[in-house]
Nanobody, 115 residues
Framework: QVQLVESGGGLVQAGGSLRLSCVAS????????MGWYRQAPGKQREQVAR???????IYEEFVKGRFTISRDNAKNSVYLQMNNLKSEDTAVYYC?????????WGQGTQVTVSS
């Protein structure tokens, strides 16, 4: 069974940066669109950004210009570079396939932005 392991979160001040990583246990996604999702306390999980197998990217409006998604298929990995973080970016971040999350959700990585 595929496992997704997210890492790289932490506590950062507003305006700071973090780089998240997600590694899949198998090469499940070399041809799949992968996405980063997040879930803030008391809110539903939402999509943040996605990247297809060819490297084309799409971002939700609230992160456009601040976040960059990338992937390394040889390492079964997808990344999220987050710059100019805001307090409203505080959430647990997850990766999975897009549009339908096909793998079991990982534990996520907590991002906390202090204002």
């Amino acid at each position: 069974q595929v496992q997704l392991v997210e890492s790289g979160g932490g506590l950062v001040q507003a305006g700071g940066s973090l780089r998240l990583s997600c590694v899949a246990s198998i090469s499940m996604f070399s041809r799949s669109t992968m996405g980063w999702y997040r879930q803030a306390p008391g809110k539903q999980r939402e999509q943040v950004a996605r990247i297809n197998g060819g490297g084309d990217t799409i971002y939700e409006e609230f992160v456009k210009g601040r976040f960059t998604i990338s992937r390394d298929n040889a390492k079964n990995s997808v990344y999220l570079q987050m710059n100019n973080l805001k307090s409203e970016d505080t959430a647990v971040y997850y990766c999975n396939t897009y549009p339908t999350p096909r793998a079991p959700w990982g534990q996520g990585t907590q991002v906390t932005v202090s204002s």
